[in-house]
């Protein structure tokens, strides 16, 4: 019922910044969580940072604590990922998703997902 486009993946320099962005469409639930993943090649899928609409909770990785922040703006329904200090090992494709009712950690919790958006640190 929910579709999720991410956008605002690129190239930048280590220490740079970059602002990811999913917009959601069709139905969306008042109160859920919306989150960012990511994986690398090689590596497995990777939580980054979650947060539930419901109450405004906020979750990062112990990896990106302190230079990510999770943010949705209700009125555009959209998602953003402010990214940082940029560091080469953040380089990875970064995915949305989204559940009904609170966050967890593990991706499997998450039934609505986006295409996806390369972000590239040199």
């Known amino acids: 019922h929910v579709q999720l486009v991410e956008s605002g993946g690129g190239s930048v320099q280590a220490g740079g910044s970059l602002r990811l962005s999913c917009a959601a469409s069709?139905?969306?639930?008042?109160?859920?969580?919306m989150g960012w993943f990511r994986q690398a090649p090689g590596k497995a899928r990777e939580g980054v940072a979650a947060?539930?609409?419901?109450?405004?909770?906020?979750y990062y990785a112990d990896s990106v604590q302190g230079r990510f922040t999770i943010s949705h703006d209700e009125a555009k329904n959209t998602l953003y990922l402010q990214m940082s200090s940029l560091k080469p090992e953040d380089t990875a494709m970064y995915y949305c998703?989204?559940?009904?009712?609170?966050?967890?950690?593990?991706?499997?919790?998450?039934?609505?997902w986006g295409q996806g958006t390369q972000v590239t640190v040199s």
């Open positions: 998703a989204s559940r009904a009712g609170p966050c967890y950690r593990g991706d499997h919790y998450y039934d609505r």
């Open positions: 069709g139905y969306t639930y008042k109160n859920n969580c």
């Open positions: 947060i539930y609409t419901g109450g405004g909770s906020k």
